[in-house]
């Protein structure tokens, strides 16, 4: 199972000739991690506060994107965001935007945990790793 989170094509989405920025699929795959992040996180209480109380933070800390075909303004695009690999210190994402089933791009993003205090990576608590766990979120 993955996670879906929807996104329209807007204007400030493309260029000139209505096709979208090949930076916008980062911004997509961004908040659909999010989106999946604040389900996880929802057990526990909201966002920010665990961020802010367990002095947490994720981080990009690598990505790659295949861009398979363009979308355009107006399109309704879908983005599927499966756990290929959660690590101790990682967690790396498989993102697939869609329109409809036609694939669009591609992304692996691998995210760390980071202290805030320290700023050196963290291990991502246990109850984190237990809620991604029962979400059946596919690891792939």
């Not at 961020?51 to 355009?72: C, E, K, Q, T, W």
């Not at 879908?78 to 409809?100: A, D, P, Y």
């Amino acid at each position: 199972m993955a996670h879906t989170f929807n996104h329209r094509v807007y204007y400030s989405d493309t260029d000139a000739g209505g096709i979208v920025y090949h930076a916008r699929y980062l911004d997509m795959a961004e908040h659909a991690r999010t989106e999946l992040l604040r389900t996880i996180t929802e057990a526990q209480e909201n966002q920010s506060e665990i961020m802010n109380a367990s002095h947490i933070g994720f981080i990009v800390s690598s990505l790659s994107a295949d861009y398979h075909l363009p979308a355009r303004l107006d399109d309704l695009l879908t983005v599927h965001t499966s756990i290929k690999q959660l690590r101790r210190f990682s967690l790396t994402f498989i993102q697939e935007v869609k329109r409809g089933e036609t694939p669009i791009a591609t992304l692996s993003v691998k995210v760390a945990a980071i202290s805030f205090e320290t700023e050196k990576p963290i291990a991502f608590p246990s109850w984190f790793v237990k809620e991604v766990e029962q979400l059946g979120i596919s690891v792939q």
